[in-house]
C-alpha cells in the first residue's frame, strides 16, 4: 500500500478526482510510493531499485557518474535492512523517496549520494568517518549536517538546536538544506500513520520554519506541495472546502484561461516568437488565498497562463505583444527579470482582460528561468563549482550570491547571541515569518540586506554589529530621519556614529528594532546593564531645557555686522556692513551691494540673497578682505540630545581659541537638540579646523553657519 493510500490527511488523492486540462505538468513529485526491492545487486551495474533515480538524474546530468550512487545505495541498502517505517514499509524506501525528490529537481550527484545516506549515521551503526573515508569530505559534511542530535543528551532543546546545527551547516554548504526539505517533504506525504497530535505538531513546525526556508531558497516545488500538506492537516474544514471548489470548477465547460491561452498563442505565432504557453493550475493554498481575498471565484482565478520562451530579449517580445494586442492590466505588471527577487525568482508578471471582464494573470519567462523558479538553489547544481565561461557570460556578475544568500547571514550572525534555545527557537521562527527582503545601500556604494520594514536601528545593527550602540542618528536619502524610521527598497542611508566608548542604547531602540540582530544585541546590553538609563537621551533632554546662556538666533542682540573683519570696497567714504544673512568671514569669498544711506552690505557669493539682488537690478560692488584676521561668526550646530553634550561642545571650542559671545540650546525636538553660538576667533583661518572639531563631538551630526532670512539691509 502506497504513503499517500494510508495518509488521508494528504491532499494526494485530490489529483485523481480532478480532470486534469492538456497541459504540460509541472515537476511531479509524488510517482513514488513503495521502492521495488530487489535481492543482492552484481557490482558491475546499477540496481534496479534506483533506476528511477538514475533516470530522473540523467535528464539533468546526461554524462553524470553514477557510480557513487551505485556504492550509496549499496551501504544504505545494507545498513537499513531490517528496519521498518510506521507504514510498514522497509525503511530504505525513505531515503530513496527523498533521493528521487530531489534527482527529479536537478540535484547533482553529490548531494543524491549524500541523500541515500542521510540517516546512516543517525539509525544505523555507520559513522561519519567512514562516510568520508568511502565517499569524501563533502558527502560526510552534507550528511552530518542533516543528522539529528540525540534527545538523550539535549532534552527538549534536541529540536532546535538541531536546526541551529543545520543552518550553520547551511551557511558552508546550502546543499544541506536542499537535503533537508525533500525528507521533510516525503514525512509530511506519509505522516498519516502518526497520531493527530504528533501531526500536528509536524506540520506546525513545517509551516513556521521548512516552508519559510523552502521559499528563501527559492525551492517552490517543495514549498508548494509542503503548503498543501500543513493546510489540510492544520486546517481540514479549509482544505475540504477548497478542493469542493476546484473539482466544481474542474468540471465547468468553458474555460477562459483555455480562451485566453489559445489566443495568446495565436498572438505570438503571428509575431514569430517561438514559445510554450500552458495553463499553471494554482495548488490548494493558492486557491485559499485567492477566495479569501476575492470572495467569489471565477473560472480565470484557478490558474494561471506560463509563458516560456528561449532568451531574455524574448520576454519583453512577448511583454509587448500582450500588452499591444490584448487588454492589459498595467496595474499588474512586474518585472522580477530586471530585479530579481532575494530567492533568484526571475519573471515578468502581467494580466490581461478575457472578453467577459476576468482577469488572467500571464507568467513569463525563460526555461533556464523556469527551471530556477521550481527548485532554486537545486537546480543550480553545485553551487561551489567554478562557474563555465557560459555561465559567467549570462550571469554578468549581477545575481546574488546562492551559496550566502543575505537573509542566511543575517540569520546566522543573530543566531550566535541567541543566549538560549527557546530564545533562538523563536526568535527564527519571528525571522522566518518576514517573507520579503528590501535592499538599501549605504554611501560608499555598499548594500544591506534587510526584511521588509525594517528601521534604521535594524539597518545600524546590520552593519556594524554591537557597535552600533554608538549610533547617534541617520540620514535617509541625504535627510536627517530618526533611528525609527521605516526603510524602503532602495534607500540610502548613512548612519551617524559617535565616537564615545561608553555609549550606550537607549531602550526605546527595542520598540523599533524588527531583525532578531538589533533586538538581540539591544536585550543583551540591557541585560547586562540592569540598572542603566530608560533612554541614553533623556538626561540631555532635561539639560537642553533649562539651558538658554542668550537669546536664539532670530533674537540675537550681539551684531555680526559689528564685527572687526573688517573688508575692503571699491567704493570711497561708504560705510561697509557684513550681511546678517550669512555672515562672511575671511577666507569667504564676498561681493556687495550698496543699499540705503551709502552703505555697502558685504554678502558671501553663495548668499541667496546675492541671486535676489541681481534679480531686482542691484549693481555689484568690489569687496575683498583687509588684512584683519580677527573675526565673528554664528555657527549651528545640530545634535542628538546626551548627556553632558553641552559641555563638550564648549571644551572643543575653547581648545580651538574661540571666545563664546552668545549661546543658545534650543528645547529638543525628537530628541534632537539646535545650538547656536556667536563665536570671537582670533584667526579667521581657523574657523574650518573649529567646525571640524565641533563636528567631531559625539552626538553633534552637523555644524553650519548661520543662514538668516533678513530683508532690512535692501
Same mark, same amino acid.
Given at each position: 500500500m502506497s504513503a499517500e493510500a494510508t495518509n488521508p490527511a494528504t491532499p494526494g488523492p485530490v489529483t485523481n478526482t480532478v480532470p486534469r486540462r492538456k497541459a504540460r505538468p509541472r515537476i511531479d513529485l509524488r510517482r513514488l510510493g513503495r521502492a521495488a526491492l530487489l535481492g543482492p545487486t552484481a557490482r558491475d551495474r546499477l540496481p534496479d531499485a534506483i533506476g528511477h533515480v538514475a533516470e530522473a538524474h540523467r535528464a539533468h546530468y546526461p554524462d553524470a557518474d553514477l557510480e557513487p550512487l551505485r556504492r550509496a545505495w549499496v551501504l544504505a541498502e545494507s545498513s537499513h535492512r531490517g528496519q521498518m517505517r510506521k507504514s510498514g514499509e522497509p525503511y530504505i524506501t525513505h531515503p530513496l523517496a527523498v !533521493?528521487?525528490?530531489?534527482? @527529479?529537481?536537478?540535484?547533482?550527484? !553529490?548531494?543524491?549520494?549524500?541523500?541515500?545516506?542521510?540517516?546512516?549515521?543517525?539509525?544505523?551503526?555507520? !559513522?561519519?568517518?567512514?562516510?568520508?573515508?568511502?565517499?569524501?569530505? @563533502?558527502?560526510?559534511?552534507?550528511?552530518?549536517?542533516?543528522?539529528?542530535? @540525540?534527545?538523550?543528551?539535549?532534552?527538549?532543546?534536541?529540536?532546535?538546536?538541531t536546526f541551529r546545527k543545520m543552518l550553520v551547516a547551511t551557511g558552508s554548504d546550502v546543499r544541506v538544506m536542499s537535503i533537508k526539505l525533500a525528507d521533510r517533504l516525503h514525512n509530511m506525504r506519509t505522516l498519516g500513520v502518526m497520531r493527530p497530535e504528533k501531526q500536528a505538531r509536524i506540520a506546525k513546525v513545517t509551516r513556521d520554519v521548512l516552508i519559510p526556508l523552502a521559499e528563501r531558497l527559492g525551492v517552490q516545488a517543495l514549498k508548494t506541495e509542503l503548503e498543501d500538506l500543513v493546510f489540510a492537516i492544520l486546517h481540514p474544514e479549509e482544505y475540504d472546502h477548497t478542493r469542493e471548489l476546484i473539482v466544481d470548477n474542474a468540471s465547468r465547460a468553458d474555460d477562459p484561461l483555455a480562451e485566453v491561452a489559445d489566443e495568446v498563442r495565436g498572438v505570438l505565432r503571428d509575431a514569430g516568437i517561438q514559445a510554450e504557453v500552458l495553463i499553471r493550475p494554482r495548488h490548494f493554498v493558492s486557491?485559499?488565498?485567492?477566495?479569501?481575498?476575492?470572495?467569489?471565484?471565477?473560472? /480565470?482565478d484557478f490558474g494561471r497562463l506560463l509563458v516560456l520562451v528561449n532568451e531574455d530579449a524574448d520576454c519583453y517580445g512577448v511583454l509587448g505583444e500582450l500588452h499591444t494586442c490584448l487588454k492589459p492590466v498595467v496595474s499588474e505588471f512586474k518585472d522580477f527579470i530586471a530585479v530579481p527577487k532575494f530567492n533568484l525568482y526571475q519573471s515578468l508578471h502581467t494580466a490581461v482582460a478575457h472578453t467577459d471582464g476576468q482577469v488572467v494573470e500571464v507568467l513569463i519567462r525563460t526555461h533556464q528561468m523556469h527551471k530556477v523558479a521550481e527548485a532554486g538553489v537545486i537546480a543550480l547544481g553545485n553551487p561551489y563549482a567554478p562557474p563555465s565561461e557560459e555561465q559567467q557570460a549570462a550571469n554578468d556578475g549581477e545575481r546574488a550570491d546562492p551559496t550566502r544568500p543575505g537573509w542566511?547571514?543575517?540569520?546566522?550572525d543573530w543566531q550566535e547571541g541567541a543566549p538560549d534555545p527557546d530564545t533562538f527557537w523563536s526568535t527564527l521562527r519571528e525571522d522566518l515569518a518576514q517573507d520579503r527582503e528590501i535592499t538599501v545601500f549605504r554611501p560608499d556604494g555598499g548594500t544591506l540586506g534587510l526584511p521588509d520594514g525594517a528601521t534604521c536601528v535594524d539597518a545600524a545593527y546590520a552593519q556594524y554589529?554591537?557597535?552600533?550602540? /554608538?549610533?547617534?542618528?541617520?540620514?535617509?536619502?541625504?535627510?536627517?530621519?530618526?533611528?525609527?524610521?521605516?526603510?524602503?527598497?532602495?534607500?540610502?542611508?548613512?548612519?551617524?556614529?559617535?565616537?564615545?566608548?561608553?555609549?550606550?542604547?537607549?531602550?526605546?531602540?527595542?520598540?523599533? /528594532?524588527?531583525t532578531p540582530a538589533a533586538r538581540i544585541a539591544i536585550q543583551r546590553w540591557i541585560a547586562a546593564h540592569p540598572g542603566g538609563d530608560d533612554g541614553a537621551g533623556a538626561a540631555a533632554d532635561d539639560r537642553a531645557r533649562s539651558v538658554r546662556t542668550a537669546p536664539p538666533a532670530s533674537e540675537d542682540t550681539s551684531n555680526p555686522l559689528d564685527a572687526p573683519a573688517t573688508p575692503v570696497v571699491d567704493q570711497p567714504g561708504?560705510?561697509?556692513?557684513?550681511?546678517?544673512?550669512?555672515?562672511?568671514?575671511?577666507?569667504?569669498?564676498?561681493?556687495?551691494?550698496?543699499?540705503r544711506g551709502g552703505v555697502v552690505t558685504v554678502h558671501r557669493v553663495g548668499c541667496s540673497a546675492v541671486a535676489h539682488m541681481k534679480g531686482v537690478g542691484r549693481a555689484e560692488v568690489g569687496v575683498r578682505w583687509g588684512d584683519t584676521t580677527e573675526c565673528r561668526v554664528t555657527l549651528v550646530a545640530e545634535s542628538f540630545g546626551r548627556p553632558h553634550l553641552l559641555a563638550d561642545l564648549t571644551e572643543a571650542i575653547a581648545q580651538e581659541g574661540a571666545e563664546i559671545v552668545s549661546a543658545t540650546v534650543e528645547p529638543p525636538t525628537q530628541q534632537r537638540v539646535r545650538h547656536t553660538y556667536t563665536l570671537q576667533l582670533p584667526d579667521a583661518a581657523h574657523l574650518l579646523t573649529l567646525m571640524r572639531a565641533m563636528r567631531n563631538v559625539p552626538g553633534v551630526y552637523d555644524v553650519s553657519r548661520a543662514q538668516h532670512h533678513q530683508t532690512s539691509a535692501f
Open positions: !533521493t528521487l525528490i530531489l534527482a @527529479e529537481l536537478g540535484a547533482e550527484t !553529490t548531494t543524491l549520494t549524500a541523500s541515500l545516506l542521510h540517516d546512516t549515521v543517525e539509525d544505523t551503526e555507520v !559513522t561519519l568517518d567512514q562516510v568520508g573515508e568511502e565517499f569524501g569530505a @563533502e558527502v560526510r559534511y552534507l550528511v552530518d549536517g542533516v543528522t539529528k542530535l @540525540e534527545k538523550v543528551d539535549y532534552g527538549a532543546a534536541a529540536e532546535p538546536e486557491v485559499h488565498r485567492v477566495a479569501r481575498k476575492r470572495g467569489r471565484l471565477r473560472g /480565470a542566511l547571514s543575517r540569520l546566522l554589529g554591537e557597535d552600533a550602540h /554608538a549610533c547617534i542618528g541617520a540620514r535617509v536619502n541625504g535627510r536627517l530621519a530618526t533611528l525609527s524610521t521605516v526603510l524602503k527598497d532602495g534607500d540610502t542611508v548613512q548612519l551617524l556614529m559617535g565616537q564615545d566608548p561608553a555609549s550606550e542604547p537607549s531602550r526605546e531602540w527595542l520598540e523599533h /528594532a524588527h561708504a560705510t561697509v556692513r557684513l550681511a546678517g544673512c550669512c555672515t562672511p568671514v575671511p577666507p569667504d569669498e564676498v561681493t556687495g551691494f550698496s543699499v
